[in-house]
């Protein structure tokens, strides 16, 4: 069955004649994506100024070669006769592999792989001239809710590179929050804690152990002598994202948004070698905290003329319903609070302020910012799409989050970069 949106090559495009059927593939080949006809981009898509005007379809390579110099007979592998069944060729067709277009990309894979520190701007909420967040100050709770630690895991991924997962709860919603952390030296305080009645077997399931399990461990503590040396805290302070659940740019491919994006390029971000050293809080507010279902309300008044910030005006919801209180707390738990201070991923000035709490039990030192990679990368790679445009147009303006655009052709840039 052919995913939506894509559609099978014919033999005659890869250059392969199957032997069984020369005008139609087995039904065991995979189907390869064709890439979409460029289409007008309206003034308002920020995309527009990453996309070469009159852009060509995309043609893989090996059809542009085999367009201008077409074989006189496939060669097969040992040199011989054709081969009946047309699998000992030399030049196996592309379609014979995975679709090139997969589901969400695990955590880190998404965007191009820069292996150096990301650059911060220095912010210091306390000063409403220079300190780089401005003057609004967001309401924030009189004292931070309690969480804990429930259960931990290890997610080894496909990049290599292992996290921790983190599963909370807490005393003001039924939800459970995430932490995904990047470092072995990040505990939780809660889940170390001691629980009365539990055995070691009861502390390693939930994940309060050191080192690493294995079959037959029996104790949540390594041995003295097995120890391994203590590692060198990490020269800076931990990078850190605080991220809204979004089941529709993380789940569905939606290209309303960026989100999906977002959590990639974080993760990437903060497991850069050689010493991964922070962590994504993950909040389970969808829908910038109104929900999946009147989400969905705003995309309709989206397609009928609306923006995202207008859609949830006309829905009778704030623009922006989240809160942090509870990122702030699992940042606490997490030993990532105090004066060392944190480097906040985001181009949300509100974030920062609301994220360091009612007394700053969190210092955010500084904001590093997610730019689009579309835009990085002068439209060869990222989200895009012209109700992506419009999304960032309006959190840019309405919401004013610290993006802008070139509007003599360049790419978008990160205010202050």
Known sequence: MTPPGLKSQSPQHNGYTSAASPSTLPSFY?????????????????????????????????????????????????????????????????????????????PGTGTPALQ???????????????????????????????????????????????????????????????????????????????????????????????????????????????????????????????HSECYTGE?????????????????????????????????RQEGRGIGLLEKLKAYNLQDLGSDTVEANLILRHPADARSYGLATAMLVDLGLGGERGVRLLTNNPEKVRAVEGPGREVVVKERVAMVPVAWRTGGKSGVRGVELGGYLRAKIEKMGHLLRMEEDGGSGAEAGA
């Open 251 to 283: 789940t569905a491919w939606s290209a309303r948004c960026d989100c999906g994006e977002q959590l990639d390029e974080a993760a990437r971000l903060i497991s850069l070698p050689p010493s991964p050293n922070g962590c994504i809080i993950y909040l």
């Open 116 to 242: 150096r520190e990301p650059t911060g701007v220095p912010v210091d909420s306390r000063d409403e001239v220079n300190g780089g967040v401005g003057a609004w100050k967001p309401k924030l709770l009189e004292e931070l809710p309690e969480v804990r630690c429930i259960v931990r895991a290890r997610i080894p991924t496909t990049t290599g590179t292992e996290m921790f997962l983190h599963l909370y709860q807490n005393n003001i919603d039924n939800k459970e929050h995430l932490a995904i952390v990047f470092g072995t030296h990040i505990r939780s305080r809660s889940l170390d804690a001691t629980r009365p009645g539990e055995t070691e077997m009861d502390r390693m399931i939930r994940g309060a152990y050191t080192g690493r399990l294995y079959p037959g461990r029996t104790s949540s503590q390594l041995p003295t002598n097995t120890n391994p040396p203590p590692s060198p805290p990490p020269v800076s302070p931990p990078l850190i994202r605080i």
């Open 30 to 106: 995979s189907p390869r994506p064709t890439a979409a006809a460029p289409r007008a981009i309206p003034h308002f898509d920020l995309n527009q100024h990453s996309t070469p005007p009159h852009a060509p379809t995309s043609v893989p390579p090996y059809l542009l070669q085999q367009a201008q110099n077409p074989p006189d007979a496939l060669q097969p592998l040992d040199g011989g006769g054709s081969s009946a069944s047309g699998l000992g060729h030399r030049h196996v067709p592309p379609s014979l592999l995975s679709p090139a277009f997969t589901p969400p990309a695990t």
